[in-house]
């Protein structure tokens, strides 16, 4: 367990539909981040926080996509009108504020859409 | 051609056997990071490196960084280091987000 909590641990929705997963970070960590990953493939960077401040978004976060962290503690990531291609691993991470600080990774939720 | 390559893509070994498995990028980077991924998602950090060759018990990691290359070692492989190993790199222009290979399938057979 690497302190980094992620739920729910697998999601399964219909095409259309919308779906929110949360991750609970390490509590003294400042930054925390969202990654994708698909079957044989590495991560993908999607997003990352400052406390509750959003500093980064990939190209790969379309409209559809929306992550918060409103407090600066736990963080959602919203997928609305699910489609077929979002079917991946979504990974949650978060580390101290220094740039080359350890990440800690969620266990991941894992979606797949119908 | 991405900016980070992992080689060999697969690697199964006998248990016992001396592993090494490669990692090149072609980015200016301020850390690059090893981790492990097993069955189900998780992953873990296993090393974070900006220069030299760092040590936890039988794995080693060393980084070249005017060749742009990073080794990372197992000693003594045992079937419990089977797993997907990842090598990930910050980038000096993107701030703290990784940018990471597509990994390396260790089987260790007993």
């Known amino acids: 367990d690497t302190g980094v909590s992620q739920d729910p641990r697998h999601k399964i929705t219909k095409r259309g539909q919308n779906v929110t997963f949360r991750c609970d970070p390490i509590?003294?960590?400042?930054?925390l981040y969202w990654y994708r990953q698909t079957l044989g493939q590495g991560p993908e960077f999607l997003t990352y926080f400052q406390n509750e401040a959003q500093l980064e978004k990939s190209r790969l976060l379309s409209d559809r996509f929306s992550a918060e962290r409103p407090k600066g503690s736990f963080s959602t990531l919203e997928i609305q009108r699910t489609e077929q291609g979002d079917s991946a691993m979504y990974l949650c991470?978060?580390?101290?504020?220094?740039?080359?600080?350890?990440?800690?990774f969620g266990s991941g939720t894992q979606l797949s859409v119908l | 051609k991405n900016e980070v390559e992992q080689s060999p893509q697969n690697l199964t070994a006998q248990e016992g056997e001396f592993i090494t498995i490669n990692c090149s990028y072609s980015v200016g980077i301020s850390a690059l990071h090893w981790l492990q991924q097993h069955p189900g998602g998780g992953i873990v950090s296993l090393f974070m490196?900006?220069?030299g060759k760092k040590k936890h018990g039988r794995l080693i990691a060393t980084i070249n960084i005017q060749e742009k290359h990073s080794s990372l070692h197992i000693t003594a492989s045992h079937p419990r280091d089977s797993a997907v190993y990842i090598c990930a790199v910050g980038r000096e222009t993107s701030g703290s987000r990784l940018t990471f290979g597509e990994g390396t399938q260790l089987t260790v057979n007993p």
């Open positions: 991470a978060s580390s101290l504020p220094a740039s080359n600080e350890k990440l800690f």
């Open positions: 509590s003294e960590h400042n930054r």
């Open positions: 490196l900006s220069s």
